[in-house]
């Protein structure tokens, strides 16, 4: 039997074909339920121990993989480190450049530059900037919060947004609450985050003076100003994701609503609220979660842009400035590092499953 | 039995629903245009470009009165790679080390050297063609403690001079300086390979950066970066990576104002990529000092929270041109290219007017080298056409590459509106020249234009430096860095290349300035006729400073000091 996340993903797919067809998105249907069954969880633990354990694996898969497409992509790109590294007047000459090439390892055959990267991989060292950046592991320690900062804040106003919205337009489906949800979830999806971002510049942060304009404060030096200062970025970046989620918790929802055993509790007396958001929003929160994980990737994405805007300090910034300044190590660094984080995100979606759905855990 | 809930059969597409949704989408559409994205309607109907400016200061103003004290936070949009001056690779981050550092000699603010400006030689001179002695300001010590005196002079040039250093400055100075010696204490000497003039304008760049020794030795060529020790008004205090740079009050400043500044606690440079960040930065008050984007000029000269000062002729704008790659070889396609260039257009399209047309390559801040008489390049369509023609070029024939790098919208670094080159583009096209714009990233330019040289030109400027002989030997000598291609000769069908290499040198071993200027007057009216770069426009610079401070000067040759700005 495939894993949960297998299943609901290849579920997923195949309603999505549906739907470039024309057919209604569906929530899965819960295969490993049977009534009366009296499911076996014994050996819960073992079963997680082993499914975090596979998700590791796949993960170091992944940074594998990764690793062998950045260091090659990198330097297939145009342009010459070198050249950047020692300046415009190309007054070098061509002694200098040869010993500027050795010092920045350049001058090795590519697979020996590979193996010595990975080598150092190992222990933890990503290498040294060759743009000032200094040691690319500490620059990457030092960035990588602030980014997961503002990812998770921007996946938490993108929750807020969207849970309720697609809660009260599958409750009114079909009514004109429906359609203004869903031209603001379109409106979400359609809308630039960079020009989002730059409209909250002006008028909160200029204009009413609300929020400051640009940069980061970490949280240790105050909570209020930590989230005032990261309030405008996440909601630009949030807003973004917001839109799909609205829609998927919308069309979810629809279809567990329809479910026989909703009508049951609804026959049975409950109140509307309580059938809907207990027994409704639970069930259709599989496919939700399995959407958000997708969106690991496309936060970190949206991360580069909001964080030019802002003027915040974290990786995406520092991807930015790298790929210009064609600084590989720092480039590979990033790469690598975001590449691991999105697949961790996804397996940490996976678990979620567990906690969602006792089926799950029991299977 | 069930309800059919799919929804999409349940949308169904009315007349009615129609009409009213056409009718929604029409009244937002109108709503929005007359919102809007206007533009500044401010840059048609400004005045000349010189009636933004506010009164020009000569002299830190109310020097007397003003107190210590203040942090003077400054919006950037990208942070240098690393501090030390001489090591410095881009003029763009001049403002940065100058704050740092002092230059041997230094200009003040109308481009004139003396002992009295932030140079740290209080007087010079040249004994004969080929030797100068420098003496030295007493008292002057380092960030560090380390005393300032004539072996930390000989110690920094021999290491500018060092091909293990990579100074960029390495290459203008080698050609020029034998030596140097440390007569005593605070007297050093300069032993010359050749005459040359711009030995003085050499000193007051990169390669005259006096930094600590003992600095050096601590940190090395590398530390030095993120370890910047002058004997400047300001030292560096704290550097967070992508964030912000403060620079604090070195209270044992020397090099001027006998101790009078510099007044500011701090320098707080912030890192804000975006153009329109800072502005909403400098109008909420969360920085104080920004290069205003041409755009902004018009809505902030009549703002009276800020002072907006503007300087004008810091460099010229327009494309370097490689005069030996076909069909750029032939001197009449470039001639022609002038020639089918409207430069007021241009100006209008790609600067919102707020500049004017260049008339050669020395700076108009340079006064005592600028010749406002030269015949600049012009517009003339018909001879354009008729250039072709004679060269035996039909339509369409004449093809060829310029790289262009991303713009920013500030004054003094870029546009608003339309990209010089895609104006000058469809310009072109008008008489049957096609050019292509290539952008390339910068590591990728340097390549192409300087060592490949397989680029037919690119879209920059040369932005104004205290003595025009580097620039002009740089740019237009057949032997100059800058001049890819290096064409020599001279040659009615390729241009007088030879002749304008010999004005150069000549002009180079000239000290008289008069006679200098004449002859970089004359070279500088071949380089237009011959038409060895286009010219579009004079570049300026535009600051914003909150009312709360004054005191701002372009010291520096129009990079700007902080050391007089002070709490209003």
């Known amino acids: ?363 | 039995m069930e309800e059919n809930r799919n929804y999409w059969e349940s949308r169904r597409v009315t007349r009615r629903s129609a009409l009213r949704a056409a009718g929604l989408t029409a009244v937002g559409s109108a709503g929005l245009a007359i919102v809007g994205c206007g533009d500044d309607d401010d840059a048609t109907s400004s005045a000349s470009p010189s009636a933004v400016s506010s009164s020009p200061q000569t002299q830190p103003t109310q020097a007397v009165a003003a107190k210590k004290g203040g942090s003077l936070k400054v919006a950037i949009g990208a942070q240098p790679d690393g501090l030390s001056g001489s090591l410095n690779s881009s003029g763009k981050f001049d403002t940065f080390w100058q704050q740092i550092y002092n230059c041997l000699v230094w200009f003040d603010e109308n481009m004139a050297s003396s002992g009295k400006a932030a140079g740290l030689a209080s007087s010079w001179e040249r004994t004969d063609d080929k030797t100068y002695v420098f003496t030295l300001k007493q008292g002057v010590t380092f960030h560090d403690g380390t005393p300032f005196d004539a072996d930390v002079v000989k110690f920094n040039i021999e290491r500018v001079l060092d091909p293990k250093t990579n100074a960029p400055a390495r290459a203008q100075f080698a050609p020029v300086v034998a030596s140097v010696a440390a007569l005593d204490k605070y007297k050093v000497q300069f032993n010359l390979k050749r005459a040359d003039a711009s030995l003085l304008g050499l000193l007051a760049d990169r390669g005259g950066v006096m930094e600590s020794p003992a600095a050096i030795q601590k940190y090395g060529n590398d530390g030095i970066k993120m370890n910047p020790v002058g004997t400047g008004p300001f030292k560096l205090k704290e550097w967070i990576k992508d964030d912000h740079i403060t620079l604090s009050r070195f209270d044992g400043y020397k090099a001027d104002g006998d101790g009078s500044y510099p007044y500011l606690d701090e320098v707080v440079w912030k890192v804000i990529p975006q153009e329109t960040v800072q502005v909403a930065a400098i109008r909420s008050g969360d920085v104080d000092f920004i290069d205003l984007p041409i755009a902004a000029i018009s809505e902030f000269k009549g703002d009276s929270n800020f002072r907006v000062m503007r300087k004008d002729g810091v460099g010229w704008l327009g494309f370097f041109l490689n005069c030996s790659l076909a069909p750029l070889d032939d001197v009449r396609v470039r001639q022609a290219i002038s020639y089918a260039i409207d430069r007021d257009k241009l100006i209008k399209g790609a600067y919102a007017g707020q500049s004017k047309p260049s008339i050669g390559p020395i700076w108009e801040a340079l006064s005592s080298y600028y010749d406002a008489t030269l015949k600049p390049q012009t517009y003339d369509k018909k001879k354009a056409e008729a250039l072709l023609q004679e060269a035996g070029f039909k339509s369409g024939d004449v093809k060829f590459e310029v790289s262009a790098t991303p713009p920013s919208g500030q004054a003094g670094y870029g546009v608003a509106g339309e990209q010089p080159e895609v104006i000058v583009q469809s310009m072109l096209k008008e008489v049957g020249i096609e050019m292509k714009i290539t952008p390339v990233g910068k590591d990728t330019f340097d390549r192409f234009w300087f060592k490949d040289q397989n680029l037919h030109g690119y879209s920059s400027g040369y932005s104004l430096r205290s003595d025009p002989g580097d620039m002009m030997f740089g740019a237009y000598h057949k032997d100059g860095t800058y001049n890819a291609g290096h064409g020599s000769g001279d040659d009615p069908k390729r241009g007088r290349f030879d002749e304008v290499s010999n004005l150069i040198v000549q002009a180079n071993s000239e000290y008289d300035v008069a006679k200098r200027k004449s002859l970089f007057s004359k070279a500088q009216q071949i380089i237009n006729d011959d038409v060895r770069s286009l010219f579009f426009a004079d570049n300026f610079r535009v600051i914003a400073l909150r009312k709360e401070f004054d005191g701002f000067t372009w010291y520096g040759a129009g990079k700007g000091s902080y050391r007089t700005v002070h709490r209003a």
């Open chain 1, 1 to 363: 039997m495939d894993s949960p996340g297998t299943e609901l993903a290849r579920a997923l797919i195949g309603q999505c074909i549906a739907l470039s067809r024309g057919h209604v998105c569906v929530a899965p249907e819960p295969r490993f339920f049977k009534a009366g069954s009296g499911v076996d969880v014994g050996g819960g633990t073992k079963l997680l121990g082993r499914f975090v354990l596979q998700r590791m694996l796949a993960a170091a898969g992944v940074a594998l993989l990764v690793s062998v497409g950045v260091f090659w992509l990198v330097r297939a790109l145009p342009g010459d480190p070198v050249t950047l590294y020692l300046g415009q007047s190309m007054s070098f000459d061509d002694q200098t450049y040869r010993t500027t090439r050795s010092q920045l390892g350049l001058d090795e055959p590519l697979p020996v530059q590979y193996a010595k990267w990975m080598g150092r991989l190992m222990r933890a060292d990503l290498g040294r900037s060759s743009r000032g950046q200094g040691e690319v592991t500490q620059a990457i320690r030092d960035r990588l919060p602030v980014t997961a900062q503002l990812c998770v804040a921007a996946m938490l106003i993108a929750v807020l947004v969207s849970f309720p919205a697609g809660t009260i337009a599958a409750s009114h489906r079909g009514g004109i609450v429906d359609r203004v949800v869903t031209v603001f979830a379109m409106s979400g999806v359609a809308m630039p985050s960079f020009w989002l971002a730059i409209l909250l510049v002006l008028v909160f942060g200029s204009k009413l003076g609300w929020f400051p304009v640009y940069g980061f404060v970490p949280i240790q030096d105050g909570f209020l100003e930590w989230a005032r200062h990261l309030a405008m970025p996440a909601f630009a970046l949030g807003i973004s994701l917001a839109g799909p989620l609205t829609r998927q918790v919308r069309a979810s929802l629809v279809e567990v609503l329809n479910e026989d055993y909703i009508r049951t509790a609804r026959a049975k007396g409950l109140k509307r609220r309580t059938v809907t958001l207990q027994h409704g929003l639970r069930n259709a929160l599989l496919p939700v979660v399995t959407v958000m994980g997708l969106q690991i990737g496309h936060l970190l994405g949206g991360a580069v842009v909001i964080e030019q805007v802002f003027a915040i300090p974290g990786m995406g910034r520092l991807a930015v400035q790298s790929i210009i300044q064609s600084d590989y190590a720092v480039i590979q660094g990033v790469v690598l590092v975001s590449a691991v984080a999105v697949v961790l995100a996804n397996a940490l979606a996976d678990l979620c499953y567990g906690f969602l759905d006792p089926r799950v855990r029991a299977s």
